[in-house]
């Protein structure tokens, strides 16, 4: 399963940038979607979840500021950011999972650069 990720980008604190993630056609109705991140020296973390019927979770630390949301017609899924924190300089992968694979899935990472 080949996930293509775009959008990351540099912003100043308090700015916006939106991340999109685009996967297959024949499998987007079975998937679960999520964006983790990875900032230097710490471990990979869990942002955001959009699941097939709809519905989301976020991680504390970006509740209010970001937003996941999917297109069904065109297999993409994003995250909007906004009023970005120095903090949330990482790079971002999205992961596609469903109980039909035996696996995850990611995409590539997309560096998101935040100036305070």
């Known amino acids: 399963v080949q996930l293509q990720a775009s959008g990351g980008g540099f912003a100043h604190a308090g700015g916006s940038l939106r991340l999109s993630c685009t996967a297959p056609?024949?499998?987007?109705?079975?998937?679960?979607m999520a964006w983790y991140r990875q900032a230097p020296g710490k471990q990979r973390e869990l942002v955001a979840t959009?699941?097939?019927?709809?519905?989301?979770s976020y991680v504390d630390s970006v509740k209010g500021r970001f937003t996941i949301s999917r297109d069904n017609v065109k297999n993409t899924m994003y995250l909007q950011m906004n009023s970005l924190k120095p903090e949330d300089t990482a790079v971002y992968y999205c992961n596609v999972r469903s109980r039909y694979f035996p696996t995850d899935y990611w995409g590539q990472g997309t560096l998101v650069t935040v100036s305070s």
């Open positions: 959009i699941f097939r019927d709809g519905g989301t």
């Open positions: 056609e024949s499998i987007f109705h079975l998937i679960d």
